[in-house]
């Protein structure tokens, strides 16, 4: 047995450790919106302070919800970090994020994972899984609450590169099994026709093995400027390939430019990439009117609508200047509940959104309102 477990490689052992982490957190999540014997009433005496603790219990379950976001230190978990710093207010409403493997796998815990009730997705993610049918019927049993930014395509390679298709053959990281870039990664490459040897790590490991020579390139999917690049220079030998916004790629996603003032290490003045972009949106499940589910994502846009221009104020994501609560998502719902807030109350938060952003420009914060 000992020589057996001796025998497993330094990767295997690290599938290992990611399967068991993803089972735990699952577990967690499940342990805690599954009813326990103490929230059934066995755990609780008879007493009237055994009563006022069933209450406790019942109200803070009523009034928490979980969301997926993405992996550290990328853009979904700092969105979900967001969420619950601004909004949570003790028993009245607490978010939990729950690290995920991405938008990919965000969409499919949303609708199938019991407990989840919010996530992150990009729209081509969502039309992905319309095209296929994987999730039957998706554009009726999924909703969005509002856009929150456009996210755009990042291809980092050594400065030999020059072209997507001078990759053909060799080591390509996808990020992580199961994320939103692996399938964007996956749908450029193959609409461009180039076929790559994918490999399969978070962005912080596939810099470290573009470093090193044993990739070629590694694929991240975030809006700029990406942190996680923030410390690669040229002058090192590094640069961002340009993914031109051709025909086939015009249904799913966005063209872009990335500029010097986005990444002034990689981007010499005055010149600039072109690259294609995503929307990421805010999503759950279509529940009916009538239920508590429907009722918690009720109460939840009611708490993050009104104080949207917070989440645009340092120290938040900067990208969450971009978020128009307006902005409409073609070929998809609206959760009913948003759509209703924002014809009652739209036109006044805008107005103090953009009260904030001539605020941060005034202060000299890179407002681009990209």
Known sequence: MTEHLRSISPRTWRRIAATTLCTLAALAVAALVAPSLAQQGGGYDRTPKGAAERLLADRMNANTLTIVTGSPPLAYSVFGYDLAAVLNDGDELRILPIVSQGAFQNVRDVRYLRGVDLGFAQTNILGYYRRTGEIPNISDRMVYITKICNEEIHVVVKSDITSLEQLQGRKVNFNTAGSGTQLSARDIFERFGVKVEEVNMRQSDG??????GEIVATVLTSGKPADALAGLKASDGYRILPVPFTKPLQADYLPSILTHEDYPNLIAPGQSVDTIATGTILFAYNWAKNTDRYRRIDKFVKAFFPRIA????????????????????PGWKRFEGAEEWLKAHGQEVQASVDKVIRELRAAGFDIRGE
């Open 207 to 212: 810099l470290e093995k573009l470093k090193s």
């Open 310 to 329: 917070e989440f645009q104020k340092p120290p938040r994501h900067r990208k969450w200047r971009d978020t128009y609560l307006g902005a409409v998502v």
